[in-house]
């Protein structure tokens, strides 16, 4: 069964940091592209940063770039989402997802969620 169980979203304040994490299961982590994702009220979900399947390429969205960092850890089947400098737009639902190369199959997680305010 396949799962992606994010953690680390809270409330804080602007200026402030998160750490999030996602851990996978239930297929091969070594061979999908990870992603983060996030979704407002009201608004589209949109992409902030993707990882290559080795960790070679980070793609970030142009609102997190410089304040946002992408990794994982492929011995543990978890891949992470540092963010810095959390203004209150960066208040979402954040959620991750995998897709895999070759059959395109994509899995996501249930989300976490990251209010930033004061």
């Known amino acids: 069964q396949v799962q992606l169980v994010e953690s680390g979203g809270g409330l804080v304040q602007p200026g402030g940091s998160l750490t999030l994490s996602c851990t996978a299961s239930?297929?091969?982590?070594?061979?999908?592209?990870m992603d983060w994702s996030r979704q407002a009220p009201g608004k589209e979900r949109e992409s902030v940063a993707a990882?290559?399947?080795?960790?070679?390429?980070?793609n970030y969205a142009d609102s997190v770039k410089g304040r946002y960092t992408i990794s994982r850890d492929n011995a543990k089947n978890t891949v992470y989402l540092q963010m810095n400098s959390l203004v209150p737009e960066d208040t979402a639902m954040y959620y991750c997802?995998?897709?895999?190369?070759?059959?395109?199959?994509?899995?996501w997680g249930q989300g976490t969620q990251v209010t930033v305010s004061s």
């Open positions: 990882i290559s399947s080795i960790g070679g390429t980070r």
């Open positions: 997802s995998a897709r895999m190369r070759g059959s395109g199959l994509a899995y």
């Open positions: 239930g297929f091969m982590f070594t061979n999908a592209v």
